[in-house]
């Protein structure tokens, strides 16, 4: 049975890294949406709404696809920790959360254009990772800082690279979440739609 099209609806190069480790052919699109969170909305909530609606922007343009979103907030006492852009915001993350535990929210949706009840095309799920981070002085922060250049990553930890050697401990049901894209809930999301991964 041949691999309907795949979509990650994303520009990010770690989701790509990440997707292309199951081998199956798959394009990227990036989805245009606007991520602020809304007002009063719990952290959770923004990761699975996003999730959602940048799979459901692209599946719109691209008829019949199968389209995966993923979003991630992070989150220290329940306050959003976002990408911090600049070297100065990403040190003062850093002092923040050093020390301490931080949830990483990582929503995940997979949408059938192929379904055709619209109402059911979409599987939702959110993955949360708790990350412990050292308690590390300035100098060595902002050597890691210098060295990984993380701004681009919530919470400044790029833990698929130095930033492991910040952080003092990981848990979570999927290894593949706090990069950015939990494989685990994805391989069982495909399979419920009738992709075969291993062998097709």
Known sequence: MPIPRLILGSSSKYRQELLSRLRLPFEAIAPH???TPLTGETPEATALR???EKAAAVAAANPGALVIGSDQVATLDGLQIGKPGTHERAMEQ?????????IFHT?????DG???DPAKAAQVENVQTFVTFRDLPDAELDAY???EQPYDCAGSAKNESLGIAILEKIESTDP???TGL???ALTSMLRRVGVQIIGH
Do not use: K
Not at 94 to 102: E, I, K
Not at 107 to 111: D, E, N, P, R, V
């Open 107 to 111: 929503a995940l949706c997979l949408w």
């Open 182 to 184: 939990p494989l685990i």
């Open 114 to 116: 192929r379904s055709p």
């Open 176 to 178: 593949t979440a706090l």
């Open 145 to 147: 800082l210098r060295a």
């Open 50 to 52: 996003l999730a959602r």
């Open 33 to 35: 949406i606007n991520e």
């Open 94 to 102: 850093l002092r923040l959360m050093r020390g301490r535990q931080v």
